[in-house]
């Protein structure tokens, strides 16, 4: 099975896709998209170019289900949200159309299931990526390895625990 992963962003998102067999599971690639910035594109431009950079990535890599990062921010920044949403909409209307059956998890949740620690540093995040991948070296940018860890965290919650349970 294909899973792909997004850390969802404007600017930047990162995706990462994995290719999982029972309790093995191995890098297929792993990258961004860049929305561009907002000082020289408008916010439909950005918005449109981070839906088709996301729908390459699937129609290339042909994933059966898309794990996403849920939406967070702190309340005292109300408008990182609304515009991270604009993002995270696009991306999800790839998957939709792209025919993919797509997951939820909170950054909590993530991190937890890839550290043991549900506040670990983006660096411990880079680390356990490198080594449950058996990377050479941790992912980057960190945009890159929190979309593998969402991949990962879908892959250890919902795929590699059914295969586990059906034994």
Same mark, same amino acid.
């Given at each position: 099975?294909?899973?792909?992963?997004?850390? @969802? +962003?404007?600017?930047?998102?990162?995706?990462?896709?994995?290719?999982?067999?029972?309790?093995?599971?191995?890098?297929?690639?792993? +990258?961004?998209? &860049?929305?561009?910035?907002?000082?020289? %594109?408008?916010? $439909?431009?950005?918005?449109?170019?981070?839906?088709?950079?996301?729908?390459?990535?699937?129609?290339?890599?042909? @994933?059966?289900?898309?794990?996403?990062?849920?939406?967070?921010?702190?309340?005292?920044? @109300?408008?990182?949200?609304?515009?991270?949403?604009? $993002? %995270?909409?696009?991306?999800?209307? $790839?998957?939709?159309?792209?025919?993919?059956?797509? =997951?939820?998890?909170?950054?909590?949740?993530?991190?937890?299931? *890839?550290?043991?620690?549900? &506040?670990? !540093?983006?660096?411990?995040?880079?680390?356990?990526?490198?080594?449950? *991948?058996?990377? @050479?070296?941790? !992912?980057?940018?960190?945009?890159?390895?929190?979309?593998?860890?969402? $991949?990962?965290?879908?892959?250890?919650?919902?795929?590699?625990?059914?295969?586990?349970?059906? =034994?």
């Amino acid at each position: 099975m294909k899973i792909l992963g997004i850390d @969802p +962003g404007l600017n930047i998102t990162g995706y990462g896709v994995i290719e999982t067999a029972g309790r093995r599971v191995r890098l297929v690639e792993a +990258g961004v998209v &860049r929305g561009g910035s907002s000082s020289n %594109r408008t916010l $439909a431009e950005r918005v449109a170019e981070v839906h088709q950079g996301v729908a390459e990535v699937i129609e290339t890599h042909a @994933p059966e289900v898309m794990a996403i990062e849920e939406l967070y921010s702190h309340y005292d920044r @109300p408008k990182t949200a609304i515009l991270m949403g604009h $993002a %995270r909409g696009a991306i999800i209307l $790839a998957g939709q159309l792209g025919g993919l059956s797509v =997951k939820h998890y909170a950054a909590t949740q993530i991190k937890k299931t *890839l550290t043991g620690n549900g &506040r670990a !540093p983006k660096t411990q995040m880079q680390q356990a990526i490198a080594r449950e *991948l058996g990377l @050479p070296a941790p !992912p980057e940018p960190a945009d890159v390895a929190d979309a593998l860890a969402i $991949a990962m965290t879908h892959w250890f919650l919902d795929c590699r625990l059914s295969v586990e349970s059906s =034994k």
